[in-house]
């Protein structure tokens, strides 16, 4: 999970207020009003804009896939309260859609932990301000406007995820809080699928320096070779794949590679390494 900005991108036409608010006023008496949501959220409209933000990537695990919508809120009843309608009324607010890998949705399907489930946002619209004189008040829609519910769920357009979720070099995921446990968990962002994806990312990059420092030699021209590897591989960059991941080997280097290489036998060449990745960072 990184941290995504969605205010750089203009909100769907398609997902106007009074398009909206037909499709709400509809169904909001209904005893299971989740199950009536149409297509809307899903055009190619909101799915094309969705995508080029988050750079095709999911956005709980960060892997490059065939991406589906997830209501952060979910649309249906929730698992936590079985006497709540769900968030069916968010269903097409544009601050509580995001893509989703068809796992990592599997695995979340209609879960909202709260740490206090006093927080959490009730069925009665009116009282609660999203509802007056039969019209929705859309403008309290958005999900930074939610933050009374203390939610145990991390969220990559309101959190600073920076401060969240440790990667350690096993590939495994760690947490630094309650909120972060859950996400991890809910996600279930260590399954041994992704581990071995994370994983293969430091084994790859190992395995290509060997391979650099056994062809290349004592070649004067190593530096510069090694220099090009870091800013194609390493240099912190958003769009590749697993991009959080990445960013812990380039900030913790000696302990994600340079201790591996020890490890492995490779002591000299471990500390030469070393070397040229510390001028290198300097130089950015
Ligand atoms: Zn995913």
Not at 30 to 37: E, L, V, Y
Request: proline share 3%.
């Amino acid at each position: 999970m990184i941290s995504i900005d969605k205010s750089v991108v203009k909100k769907p036409d398609i997902l106007s207020d009074n398009e909206i608010s037909k499709k709400l006023l509809g169904i909001k008496n209904d005893a299971n009003p989740g199950k009536k949501i149409t297509n809307l959220y899903n055009e190619a409209e909101v799915k094309v804009k969705l995508l080029k933000l988050y750079n095709n990537k999911c956005c709980a695990c960060e892997q490059e896939a065939e991406l589906e919508i997830d209501h952060f809120r979910p649309k249906n009843k929730i698992k936590e309260k079985t006497n709540h309608k769900g968030y069916y009324w968010l269903s097409y607010e544009w601050t509580n859609l995001l893509p989703i890998c068809s796992r990592c949705n599997k695995f979340k399907s209609n879960q909202f932990p709260l740490k206090n489930e006093n927080t959490r946002i009730s069925d009665n619209l009116e009282q609660e301000g999203f509802l007056k004189n039969g019209e929705f008040i859309f403008e309290n829609f958005k999900i930074q406007n939610l933050e009374k519910e203390e939610r145990l769920l991390l969220n990559p357009e309101i959190d600073k995820v920076e401060e969240h979720l440790l990667f350690l070099p096993t590939g495994e995921i760690t947490n630094l809080t309650e909120k972060d446990e859950k996400t991890i968990k809910i996600y279930k962002l260590n399954r041994n699928w992704l581990i071995d994806k994370r994983w293969n990312i430091i084994e790859n990059q190992i395995d290509d320096i060997i391979k650099i420092f056994i062809e290349w030699g004592e070649d004067q021209k190593l530096k510069k070779r090694f220099f090009d590897f870091f800013n194609n591989e390493l240099k912190p960059d958003k769009t590749k794949n697993y991009s959080r991941f990445r960013y812990f080997i380039f900030e913790y280097f000696d302990i994600f590679v340079v201790e591996k290489l020890k490890d492995m036998g490779f002591e000299i060449h471990a500390k030469e390494l070393e070397n040229f990745f510390n001028e290198w960072k300097k130089q950015l």
